[in-house]
């Protein structure tokens, strides 16, 4: 960015940022900014595809299927023991909401 607004000029030419205080960016045109704003917008769109990319890999992970006899230990304590007919306690339930087959009901 400094050499783009380095390389300005006329109304673009960058000045010290702040009255030179260290460490505050260079002053520079309109025309200067949106370019390197547009440049910055690029970057950012990649950074959220690739985001978006690895939660949906990571949704498609394949799931294993859990010791029954499993205790399952919160900051509580171990957990109470579902009983007949209530929800099961698993992760996917959750990432499965409203299919049919998400509780194991096929």
């Known amino acids: 960015m400094e050499a783009a607004?380095?390389?300005a000029a006329g109304a673009g030419q960058p000045t010290a940022g702040?009255?030179?205080?260290?460490g505050l960016p260079p002053?520079?045109?309109?025309a200067v900014f949106e370019a390197e704003l547009g440049r910055l917008r690029v970057r950012e769109k990649a950074h959220t595809r690739e985001g978006d990319a690895i939660a949906a890999a990571r949704?498609?992970?394949?799931m294993t299927e859990v010791d029954a006899g499993?205790?399952?230990?919160?900051?509580?304590?171990?957990a109470p023991r579902s009983s007949?007919?209530?929800r099961p306690i698993a992760q996917w339930s959750r990432l499965e909401a409203g299919r049919s087959?998400?509780?194991?009901?096929?």
């Open 5 to 7: 607004m380095n390389n």
């Open 18 to 22: 702040g009255a030179g205080l260290p």
């Open 27 to 30: 002053v520079a045109g309109r």
């Open 59 to 62: 949704r498609r992970l394949p």
């Open 70 to 78: 499993l205790t399952l230990t919160g900051p509580g304590g171990p």
């Open 84 to 86: 007949p007919g209530s």
């Open 101 to 106: 087959d998400a509780l194991g009901s096929n």
